[in-house]
């Protein structure tokens, strides 16, 4: 897990005594799980890149495709063939595509009298996105 610095977002911790970089479960807490605003946007977030990772589509190049093909390059070989077999393992996981075969369907997200107004907020906080009707 990669922690962020309390001043900046974005900005990966390192601890200052052993300047390793690293987790900071105290920061996690302050800054994300004690607000269930937060975690519930992770879980709708993850979601969203489970579905684009596992959908299947003949039109166009699904994501678990494109991150197999990908070039990872860390600056260690040994390391780049370890990601690139990480990333294999994660996108085509048996386990992973059993429990998640479709982790909810986005076309009955947009129906109901709430739908349109909720197509309309999540694409003010993605930016670029478009969805289908």
């Known amino acids: 897990m990669l922690a962020l610095q309390p001043g900046g977002y974005g900005k990966p911790f390192m601890q200052k005594i ?3 970089w690293g987790e900071n479960l105290e920061l996690l807490y302050d800054r994300v799980l004690r607000h269930p605003e937060r975690v519930r ?3 709708f977030t993850f979601l969203f890149v489970l579905r684009a990772v596992t959908k299947h589509s003949s039109l166009c190049l699904k994501a678990a495709d494109y991150l197999e093909q990908a070039e990872y390059n860390t600056g260690n070989m040994e390391e780049d063939l370890k990601t690139q077999s ?3 393992q994660l996108v085509y ?3 992973l595509q059993i429990a998640c075969p479709l982790p909810f369907d986005e076309a009955k997200l947009w129906q109901g009298e709430s739908g349109p107004e909720l197509k309309q907020q999540i694409q003010r906080q993605f ?3 478009r969805f289908k009707s």
Request: net charge positive; proline share 7%.
């Open 18 to 20: 052993a300047r390793k």
């Open 41 to 43: 946007n992770l879980y």
């Open 93 to 95: 996981n048996p386990q």
């Open 86 to 88: 990480l990333v294999r």
């Open 127 to 129: 930016r670029n996105i």
